[in-house]
Structure formats: C-alpha cells, structure tokens
C-alpha cells in the first residue's frame, strides 16, 4: 500500500521545478520533506496529491494512476492541507471541519460525519472551539482547524486505519503559526497516525523536528532528491551545509539517540576567532 512518484518532472513555463524524482511513502510510515525554500517541497507533496499535473513520469496509489482512480473515493483516502487555506465568511469552527467530510456525502450519515470531525478536532486539540466563530479565532486556533479539516476528510468508518483502504495524510508546512507546544502536538499527531498505519507525508523546515519524529527523511534540493532514508542516514553537519548552507553542530541529548543539530554563529572575538554558540 504505497504512494509512489515514478520519475516525475514538472516544467512549469521555462523553469523545470521537478527533475526525475521518484519516492515511495509506505503506509504505517511518517515520511519528512526537507530542504531549502524554492527546492520544490510543495510541487511534490501537490504532485502526490494529483493537484498538480505532471510533464513526465506518473503518480500512483497502490500502484494505479491517480487519474484512473474514482476521484471521490480517492478523495476519502487521500488529503492535503496546503499553506493557505481561507474561508471567506464566519462559520462555526465545527462547520469548518465539517467541509472535510463532503467526499463522505453519500457515503456516511450525518451523524457519522459529525462524529469523524468531532474525533479529528479531539486529535488536534481544538475540540473545546467546536462552536466558536472561526473568523474569530487566532492564526494558530485556525491552523489546528484546518488539520483538523483534512483528518476529517479521511477519518475511516469504526477508526479503523489499518484496514483495506490505506489513508494518506499529505502536510505542507503544518507546524507554521503555532508556538512550540501545538508543534509538537502537530508532529505527534502525525506519528501516531502513522503508528495506526496511515501514510503521512509532511513538509517540516526544521530538519530536528523531521528527525526526532519520521520513519524516513527526503531531502529536496535544486528539484531532485538529494538523499532519502532514515534520520540516522540523511542528518549530518555535511548535508546541512551542502543543502542548507548552514554550519551545525551535532547536540547529543539523552534519551534521544538521534542528535539534535545547532548552529554554529559566527563571531569576531580577540584575533578573529570563531565561536560555537553550543558546545556539545
């Protein structure tokens, strides 16, 4: 049960954003997305997402086309939240989370689907603003609704992950406006999911957060894969200075067997000397 891109380019105008890329995200498994901005991160979670045409190459769910797939059952097994997602009037936050449901219209009860947005809004911690007036609510309340939103979309019948019809949850950059705590809440969220045996794939920019919370870690860089494997086998002070530009220094942190990275700044103290801002 597999989400793959098979050698996909996408050319957009003169600029080739996507060149030969081809990944797999496996159900049970949080995948990361790293890199740089302008990297195409994005163009390839729309890409798996069938939002955005391909030039070449092809995207599959279990194998199949997604363009042969029945789009409304596919809607229910597959959603996005992308960076910007804005209603333009007020309505319930409830209401909000209740748009998720709609490829759902014909295929479970009302009762059924406020159930699923109810349990989505639990998952994101957001339950307690079920009525509340989503114009009204702060940058990060709003975030946490519209993840609540795409959970909805797929939320299987009895909360059954694991079963015949695997779900893949596609995250653009989900931890953007909300402080450390809903973060975590965020990334903690997704790997429990996975655990339950959906498929989650999620753009993160900080490279800590992917480690300590996906199964495998994709680096995109200059619209190709760059590296793709465990947290273990892709983070290193190279590659973050190679895709990132940035010197680190590996944080070694009990219980935590995958090192936390910080940078290292840059100061002219006395002769020009450099100095690490953390020391391990």
């Known amino acids: 049960m597999t989400l793959t891109a098979d050698n996909v380019m996408i050319v957009k105008g003169r600029k080739t954003i996507l060149k030969n890329l081809s990944l797999t995200a496996r159900a049970g498994e949080m995948l990361a997305l790293i890199g740089p901005n302008g990297a195409g991160k994005s163009t390839l979670l729309h890409a798996l997402a069938g939002t955005q045409a391909v030039s070449r190459g092809v995207v599959t769910l279990d194998g199949v086309a997604l363009h042969k797939h029945d ?3 596919l809607a229910r097994r597959r959603a996005m939240l992308a960076q910007s997602f804005a209603p333009g009037f007020a309505m319930p936050a409830l209401d909000v989370v209740l748009i998720g449901r709609s490829p759902h219209e014909w295929h479970s009860s009302a009762a059924e689907n406020r159930r699923a947005s109810a349990a989505a809004m639990r998952e994101m911690d957001v339950l307690h603003l079920i009525s509340r007036n989503y114009a009204t609510l702060s940058g990060g309340e709003r975030q946490r609704i ?3 939103r795409v959970l909805a979309q797929i939320w299987p019948r009895e909360d059954d992950w ?38 989650v794939i999620i753009i993160v920019h900080d490279p800590n957060l992917a480690g300590h919370y996906a199964d495998r870690i994709c680096i995109v860089h200059h619209g190709q894969l760059y590296k793709i494997g465990t947290p273990a086998q892709v983070l ?26 910080v940078p290292k700044i840059e100061t002219n ?12």
């Open 269 to 280: 103290i006395g002769q020009n000397q450099n100095t690490d801002l953390y020391h391990a």
């Open 146 to 148: 519209q993840l609540a």
């Open 162 to 199: 694991g079963g015949d019809e695997t779900r893949f949850l596609l995250l653009d950059e989900p931890t953007n406006n909300l402080d450390l705590q809903h973060q975590h809440t965020i990334m903690r969220t997704a790997r429990q999911l996975a655990d339950r045996g959906a498929g």
């Open 71 to 73: 789009q409304r059952q």
């Open 236 to 261: 290193h002070a190279d590659m973050m200075k190679t895709v990132f530009g940035v010197n680190v220094q590996p944080l070694y942190v009990p219980p935590f067997g995958q090192p936390w990275f």
